[in-house]
């Protein structure tokens, strides 16, 4: 069965300093990667993709992700934190079941932008 | 900008009185998603709708139903709330069923219990 396995529940960074934001997950097949960002008291903005192809995957707001198939990865991750990425960030994988797309979620990360 | 709209942001209701949610959309996407997110959880599927083809998690309690008038509004019903409801409901829209189709969400409304 698909998972997916988010290792930090909290992570704290200074301004300006690099992050990077683990993900690892158990599917069957070839993966379909989500990274999505909730604000608090907002719903969740899609960060990045990644289907196929070229493993660096360029998302919005300065973050990218590299898939590790070896690794059963995807980590996230931004060279330079600004304060207002203190948000939870959630890994998803993209399924099947039923003939229905649909998404499992990791449990989340919490980050903390110190300034 | 197109977008998925949950109305109202913050709803708050007694024990065991009816309560909707609402969400509408203006992307044209076929396939709308209802989930429950507790605080520090990640969010969890309830059902979804494939046009108005309705399919309900295993998990969902019979206390949650929904309805898709049309393809713009999809709305979720709570039957008889219970403290254990209190949560954030996030609606999603996505074009399409295949595999690997980006969920689009709405903000989310924030229901509370009295």
């Known amino acids: 069965a698909q998972s997916v396995t988010q290792p930090d529940i909290h992570i704290t960074v200074s301004e300006g300093a690099s992050l990077e934001l683990r993900c690892n997950y158990s599917y069957g097949a070839t993966p379909y990667l989500f990274w999505y960002v909730q604000s608090p008291g907002q719903g969740l903005q899609l960060l990045l993709k990644y289907f196929s192809g070229d493993t660096l995957v360029q998302g919005i707001k300065g973050f990218e992700a590299e898939f590790k198939r070896s690794q059963s990865s995807f980590n996230l991750r931004k060279p330079s934190v600004h304060w207002s990425d203190a948000a939870e960030y959630f890994c998803a994988v993209g399924y099947i079941s039923g003939g229905y797309n649909k998404l499992i979620f990791g449990a989340g990360t919490r980050l903390a932008v110190h300034p | 900008d197109a977008m998925v709209i949950q109305n109202p942001r913050y709803q708050v209701t007694q024990f065991g009185k009816p309560v909707t949610l609402s969400c509408s959309q203006t992307?044209?996407?076929?396939?709308m998603y209802w989930y429950q997110q507790k605080s520090s959880q990640a969010p969890k599927l309830l059902f979804h709708?494939?046009?108005?083809?309705?399919?309900n998690e295993a998990d969902t309690p019979d206390n949650f139903q929904s309805r898709r008038p049309n393809t713009s509004f999809c709305f979720l019903d709570i039957r008889s709330p219970g403290l254990g409801d209190a949560a954030m409901y996030l609606c999603a829209t996505s074009n399409g069923r295949e595999v690997g189709q980006p969920q689009h969400f709405g903000d989310g409304t924030r229901l509370s219990i009295l």
């Open positions: 992307l044209n996407h076929n396939v």
């Open positions: 709708y494939y046009d108005k083809d309705f399919n």
